[in-house]
């Protein structure tokens, strides 16, 4: 509700009229405004840049098929990748 108000206060331009509408004092719809304010600068503030971590489950797998492409049945015909025979 709050936010709606300094809202609709920013995109009519006529912050005198809601206040008095709502019946709250026009310093009180200026709080608001700059807490609106500052809670949106500390939102974007705090959202993360550069690359997403990556899942530690998906990182390992990945590495353990990195590995596996690299072997061929044909090194070993009798036992699988990386087993002894």
């Given at each position: 509700?709050?936010?709606?108000?300094?809202?609709?206060?920013?995109?009519?331009?006529?912050a005198a009229a809601?206040?008095?509408?709502?019946?709250?004092?026009s310093t009180l719809l200026y709080r608001w405004r700059q807490k609106v304010k500052e809670g949106a600068v500390a939102s974007i503030q705090a959202m993360k840049?550069?690359?997403k971590k990556q899942d530690p489950v998906k990182a390992e797998l990945e590495t353990e098929n990195s590995r596996s492409i690299g072997?061929?049945?044909?090194?070993?015909p009798t036992a699988g990748c990386g087993?002894?025979?």
């Open positions: 509700m709050i936010v709606q108000l300094v809202l609709e206060a920013e995109r009519t331009g006529n809601i206040c008095k509408r709502e019946g709250i004092a840049r550069g690359p072997c061929r049945t044909t090194d070993m087993q002894l025979p």
